[in-house]
Each structure stands twice: as C-alpha cells, then as structure tokens.
C-alpha cells in the first residue's frame, strides 16, 4: 500500500539551530516527492518537490531536502531556523496508482515544527 | 501568474442547513481540481477532485457533494450539514500536464453548530 510517514508529532528547535523534519514513504516505482508548509488558518504552501536529479533539492526561504531511495525518505532541513519557521509541514507522495489526469497526493499527518528564541 | 481563491474565509451553520462553498482559479486553463478537509489542524483528507468539466470522482463516501459548473470553478455542496462536517476546507489546483505540486487555497473554516 503506498503510504507516507511523518514520524514525529513536533519538533522543537532554539533558534539558530539546524533543523530536520522526518519523513518516509511507500510506493510502487520511482517516487514524486513533496513538501508543504501551513501556517495557522492558512492554505499549504508549496515548498520543494523531487521528481528527479540531485538527490538534494532545494526550496523556498532557506528549506532543503534529501531524498534518500535505500532508505526511502525526504527528510526537510535547514540550516539554520527561525522562530518564523513555526508551522505545520507535510510530506507528500504522488499516488502512483493511476496514470493520466489524476495525479493525487498522498499527505503525511503533518509535523509541527516549534523554533524558540 | 496563477491564483486561487476561496470563499466564504469562514462559515458558521446550524445543523440540517445547506452549504456551498466555491473556489475559483485564475490565469490557468484546465486545471485538475481538488476539495480536501483538514480536522483539527493536522491530516488532510482528499474529498473530491476534477479533471473537466463535469467530471467529479468522490474519494469517500459522506453527506458532501462537488460540481464543475465551468472549467475553473468548483462548488462543494451539502443539501443538509451534520456535525461533522465541521474542519477546515481547503481547494487546490494543478497543472493538468507538466508540474506535479498542488497549488493550495486559503481555505474555508466550516463550524456547523
């Protein structure tokens, strides 16, 4: 079954800091991988993807991820977080089930990442 | 460049009334559209989506129901709300070809009472 897994409720982080958000996934085939930030009440924010190429990919305001086949993951990073970071983060995989139009996704249950000052 | 709006921002209603909710997008033509719920800040659960017009595929089955009236318009509708219908309703947009993401609305914040 093609799942993703986002391991970690909350991550908590000192301003400063690296940061990591843990995600791994299951699906048939060569993975469409994705990563969305939500900040209070507001639609997901596209991040980054990985369809191909560089194993590391980077992303909008400083977020990087390394996509990892032998261990299946996408873990998001930073080098250094912001307390303007604090958000909710998915991992995303695109169904792989079905060709043609549909393209859907399939969200993680979301990380929420808490950068202190 | 692309955008996509949601309306109502929010929504409160009692029990047993209607609901529609509509999205729209802007400066894109047949996108693949997609309704998701978000309960309680965390999982998204992908209700409907669309791939033309009148083309709804139902992901769950539930009191809700989705239209296409024109190609960058999607309606989510209900003829009478349950309780748990209450979340956060969230539209996105993609590419029909090409870029994979989804393009997300600012959603529509749901409490039937």
């Known amino acids: 079954a093609q799942s993703v897994a986002q391991p970690e409720d909350q991550v908590n982080v000192a301003e400063g800091n690296p940061l990591t958000v843990k995600c791994t996934y299951s699906v048939s085939g060569n993975p469409y991988l994705f990563w969305y930030v939500q900040y209070p009440n507001r639609g997901l924010q596209f991040l980054l993807k990985y369809i191909t190429g560089d194993n590391l990919v980077k992303g909008s305001y400083g977020f990087e991820a390394e996509f990892n086949k032998s261990q299946t993951s996408f873990h998001l990073k930073k080098p250094s977080a912001l307390v303007s970071d604090s958000a909710l983060y998915f991992c995303a995989v695109r169904d792989m089930r079905r060709s043609g139009g549909y393209n859907k996704l399939i969200f993680g249950a979301g990380t929420r990442l808490a950068v202190h000052p | 460049s692309q955008t996509i709006h949601q309306w109502p921002a929010t929504l409160v209603q009692p029990v047993g009334s209607p609901l529609s909710l509509e999205c729209t997008v802007e400066g894109t033509s047949n996108p693949n559209l997609y309704w998701y719920r978000q309960a309680a800040g965390r999982g998204l659960q992908l209700l409907f989506y669309?791939?033309?017009?009148?083309?709804i595929s139902s992901e769950v089955p539930q009191n809700l129901s989705a239209s296409r009236p024109q190609d960058r318009q999607f309606i989510l509708s209900s003829k009478k709300l349950l309780l748990s219908d209450s979340g956060f309703y969230l539209c996105?947009?993609?590419?029909?070809?090409?870029?994979?993401?989804?393009?997300f609305g600012p959603g529509t914040r749901l409490t039937v009472l």
């Open positions: 996105a947009w993609k590419d029909r070809v090409g870029a994979n993401e989804q393009f």
């Open positions: 669309s791939v033309g017009i009148g083309q």
